[in-house]
């Protein structure tokens, strides 16, 4: 399985338009996701109240490639979101169980 860190940190003065879309838009496609095993978003808080991140869990790579395309190393945004990021970031790792 891979696990998949995405983070964006919002313009300043756009962290409640982005928490609506987080909220509304962002969480309920990825629970909906296809290949998706688990979803974790965090939102903001007091002493980082512009970051917020996915951890997602992912079946395989087949998976993840079929969602993002073939350039699943590039941290992909919705154009909804795009004027409400100042930037983002993306990691991927082997799951490990333990």
């Given at each position: ?32 996701t296809e290949g998706v095993v688990q979803l974790l978003p965090g939102a903001a808080r007091p002493d980082s109240p512009r970051e917020f991140s996915f951890v997602m ?42």
């Amino acid at each position: 399985m891979i696990m998949r860190i995405f983070q964006v940190v919002t313009k300043p003065g756009k962290e409640a338009a982005f928490e609506r879309f987080f909220r509304e838009t962002a969480i309920p496609l990825m629970k909906g996701t296809e290949g998706v095993v688990q979803l974790l978003p965090g939102a903001a808080r007091p002493d980082s109240p512009r970051e917020f991140s996915f951890v997602m869990v992912w079946r395989d790579l087949s998976a993840l490639k079929a969602f993002v395309g073939e350039d699943y190393a590039s941290p992909h945004i919705d154009p909804a979101e795009a004027d409400l990021i100042e930037s983002r970031s993306i990691r991927h790792y082997e799951l490990v169980d333990g």
